[in-house]
């Protein structure tokens, strides 16, 4: 199975402040790498599919990069909504396993 | 609007069995992947299980293979999860997904529903 790590675990940052999160696979994965977003008590929301592809009504503040084995998905300027929890999946091949969670706060 | 709606959470017993329900609606249910993704209380996501469009294909967690089983009844626009032999570390919220390239996961999983809760317990 591929294994996806995340760093860092968690990240405190300020209103307006640009904060980047990285995701590893365990291998090679191509452009398959999704990012999520999830709210306490809500269900995820898909945020960045195919490693840079934008989802639709996602703010252009959101952005991801990456190819092969590192990602990163980058917020230019936080808003207050964006602190949550940021996770990245793979979707190379099954499981399409998550990474364990990047927990943006408010500094 | 696309909504998903699970169902059929609630406490069971361990080595016990539990069937799960998603009913979908606003979207033509055929021609979508169907997910089952996790979250234990206070962790992080976990992904169970798909199901593609046609139901052709169906793969599992290594932590799920054997014991639970993804279906689908296109006629009812619904996904179901068969649970058996459930166990302590199956409690979660289990929530159901749309996934927009059939199965494949390549365009993410673009809508979820609110999630049931199964809490696995003596």
């Known amino acids: 199975d591929i294994q996806m790590t995340q760093s860092p675990s968690s990240l405190s940052a300020s209103v307006g402040d640009r904060v980047t999160i990285t995701c590893r696979a365990s291998?090679?994965?191509?452009?398959?790498l999704n990012w999520y977003q999830q709210k306490p008590g809500k269900a995820p929301k898909l945020l960045i599919y195919?490693?840079?592809s934008f989802q639709s009504g996602v703010p252009s503040r959101f952005s991801g990069s990456g190819s092969g084995t590192d990602f990163t998905l980058t917020i230019s300027s936080l808003q207050p909504e964006d602190f949550a929890t940021y996770y990245c999946?793979?979707?190379?091949?099954?499981?399409?396993?998550f990474g364990q969670g990047t927990k943006l706060e408010i500094k | 609007q696309v909504q998903l709606v699970e169902s059929g959470g609630g406490v069971v017993q361990p080595g016990r069995s539990l069937r799960l329900s998603c009913t979908a609606s606003?979207?033509?249910?055929?021609?979508?992947?169907m997910h089952w993704v996790r979250q234990a209380p206070g962790k992080g996501l976990e992904w169970v299980a798909v199901?593609?469009?046609?139901?052709?294909?169906?793969y599992y967690a290594d932590s799920v293979k054997g014991r639970f089983t993804i279906s689908r009844d296109n006629s009812k626009n619904t996904l179901y999860l068969q649970m058996n032999s459930l166990r302590v570390e199956d409690t979660a919220v289990y929530y159901c997904?749309?996934?927009?390239?059939?199965?494949?996961?390549?365009?993410?999983?673009?809508?979820w529903g609110q999630g049931t809760l199964v809490i696995v317990s003596s």
């Open positions: 997904a749309r996934d927009p390239a059939g199965g494949s996961s390549s365009a993410g999983i673009d809508y």
């Open positions: 606003g979207f033509t249910f055929t021609s979508y992947g």
């Open positions: 199901i593609w469009y046609d139901g052709s294909n169906k």
């Open positions: 291998q090679s994965i191509s452009s398959y």
């Open positions: 195919a490693a840079s």
């Open positions: 999946q793979q979707s190379y091949s099954n499981p399409y396993t």
